[in-house]
């Protein structure tokens, strides 16, 4: 008898060069077709790359490129390096190019862009390529060399990694979000380097899509592989609105009888508003409440993990009526340009820029140390962006607390760190 698969187990067998479908296991080493290669702009930074182009690319059709991380370009040489993956696009065949004004942070539109599908590989150089997992589909970040391989074969190997299995029950309350359930699993549970994550339980079934692509996006804060959800009713529905209707899904399944190297249980109705502290995420967690009124200077919301509409609503319901705190400069990016031009549909950024706030074009910026924003030596930042660690956002003498995005507005009126519950939708 075959051995029961986890989710993760299953799609990899599936994918296997070798005797697909055979069962893996952990600590096998497994050559596998990957669906989709998503190329980001960071390429122009990698002289191995540019050095070694491949003479041609394996089904161009499969390979996105995003602009995500240099723009708006903010040097010459970076603006230069983008002008050449253009061209390079142009000569491979690469049609699926995703430039600025036209695209965003690439983990969000490629869900958006009907990329992410449940059963599928993804493959891209970022290391929250694990978002993917929010739709069932198992996304992975590789390094350079090995997308030039993907790109030249369309193949590459991972290492089957123990799964860790974390079921949900329960609802969130009002004022709790994705990033808090992350928070609260990195705090008591800690990292698991080199194993996989897997969602379970009742609880998914009242999580939109949003905030399970939070959850998915930061579990690359305690070093999972992968991270997945199942492929329910709200996800597969959330993909054929994305996806050309003769194109067939194949959803991955873990088999009821799965092992697991552990289990975590998290009750959704028993978490509350949380920030992890500088440096680190993994057991470095504490309540809001436990740390209300250390002082800010920064206020980010944004990134791949937390600038989504839904973001962008609550950071509005928090500052309609209230002014930005004089202390305190508060930087809003959207995901994608369509949650852009969603969120100018909605009145959310009249509502923000009215508050004393700056809304940036859709850009990893400010959470990568990149440009639109870096912190200064001294500074002290709440951010729903994905890191904390020292030097992350900017000078390695500033601090960075993470948090969800309504926690961010909440304190960016307070000037310092407040617990939002109470504030959104109530007029001061």
């Given amino acids: 008898m075959s051995r029961p698969q986890t989710q993760i187990e299953r799609t990899l067998s599936l994918h296997a060069t070798e005797a697909p479908g055979r069962p893996v296991e952990p600590e096998e080493f497994v050559e596998v077709e990957v ?17 070694h182009l491949p003479r041609r690319v394996h089904r161009p059709e499969r390979v996105a490129w995003v602009f995500d991380h240099l723009v708006p370009a903010p040097t010459v040489e970076l603006a230069s390096g983008l002008v050449k993956l253009r061209e390079l696009a142009a000569r491979w065949g690469i049609t699926s190019v995703f430039d600025i004004g036209r695209g965003g942070i690439s983990h969000p539109l490629m869900a958006e862009k009907g990329w992410v599908r449940p059963g599928e590989i993804l493959a891209n150089t970022d290391s929250h390529t694990c978002a993917a997992g929010a739709l069932g589909c198992a996304g992975r970040g590789v390094g350079m060399l090995e997308v030039m391989s993907i790109l030249s074969t369309g193949r590459t190997w991972f290492r089957v990694g123990e799964t860790v299995r974390a079921s949900l029950s329960g609802h969130l309350a009002p004022g709790v979000a994705g990033k808090d359930v992350f928070l609260s699993l990195a705090g008591e549970f800690g990292a698991i380097p080199g194993r996989n994550i897997e969602f379970a339980g009742d609880g998914i079934a009242g999580l939109p899509i949003p905030t399970r692509q939070a959850i998915a996006t930061m579990c690359a804060e305690i070093s999972a592989e992968f991270a997945l959800f199942p492929p329910d009713a709200r996800a597969l529905d959330y993909v054929r609105a994305r996806v ?31 920030v992890a502290l500088p440096n680190r995420v993994a057991r470095n967690v504490r309540l809001v409440s436990e740390v209300a009124g250390v002082t800010i200077t920064r206020a980010v919301v944004g990134s791949c993990a937390n600038g989504t509409i839904e973001d962008l609503e609550a950071v509005a319901n928090v500052l309609r009526g209230r002014r930005v705190h004089p202390g305190v400069v508060f930087t809003v990016t959207p995901t994608t340009s369509d949650v852009m031009a969603e969120a100018a549909r909605r009145g959310l950024i009249d509502t923000i820029v009215a508050a004393g706030a700056l809304v940036t074009s859709p850009t990893c910026g400010a959470c990568f140390g990149g440009h639109m924003g870096v912190l200064g030596d001294g500074e002290v930042c709440v951010t729903s962006t994905t890191r904390n660690f020292q030097g992350r956002m900017g000078s390695p003498n ?22 939002p519950r109470g504030l959104e939708g109530k007029r001061p």
């Fill in 398 to 419: 500033a601090k960075i607390y993470l948090a969800s995005s309504a926690t961010v507005a909440a304190s960016a009126v307070a000037g310092c760190l407040a617990d």
């Fill in 244 to 274: 050309p209707a003769d194109e067939p899904l194949a959803p991955v399944r873990a088999d009821p009888d799965a092992s697991y190297a552990a289990e975590w249980r998290v009750d959704l109705s028993g978490v509350e508003p949380l």
């Fill in 35 to 51: 669906d989709r290669l998503v190329l980001l702009d960071m390429a122009a930074t990698h002289p191995e790359f540019l050095a």
